[in-house]
């Protein structure tokens, strides 16, 4: 079993960044692949960014690509999502996933591959 809890989140004007975090604890974190997905209300949770094992390869969806950044120490069992020039249609809950990965450049986009969640924070951007 794999725990995982973000934090971080919080009330920001656009423009503005935030830093989130995702701290593993049980099994090893280092085999696994992660990711961040977001869920803003009435709407379905949808992908944000992955990152393999090692964190050596990298994805992002088209609406973050260049502004946000994500990022692992596995000495710290942590991952991270640096979230700059932050929009109101950035506005969600932002969930951390993670799996057992089935190879060392695995990295998955989709949230039906993953086996645990955390039990997100809550990203705000003010207009």
């Known amino acids: 079993q794999v725990q995982l809890v973000e934090s971080g989140g919080g009330l920001v004007q656009a423009g503005g960044s935030l830093r989130l975090s995702c701290a593993a604890s049980g099994r090893t974190s280092s085999s696994y692949a992660m990711g961040w997905f977001r869920q803003a209300p009435g709407k379905e949770r949808t992908f944000v960014a992955t990152i393999n094992r090692s964190g050596s390869s990298t994805y992002y969806a088209d609406s973050v690509k260049g502004r946000f950044t994500i990022s692992r120490d596995n000495a710290k069992n942590t991952m991270y999502l640096q979230m700059n020039s932050l929009k109101p249609e950035d506005t969600a809950v932002y969930y951390c996933?993670?799996?057992?990965?089935?190879?060392?450049?695995?990295?998955?986009?989709?949230?039906?591959?993953?086996?645990?969640w955390g039990q997100g924070t809550q990203v705000t951007v003010s207009s």
């Open positions: 996933a993670s799996r057992a990965a089935l190879g060392v450049n695995a990295a998955y986009t989709n949230r039906a591959m993953y086996d645990y």
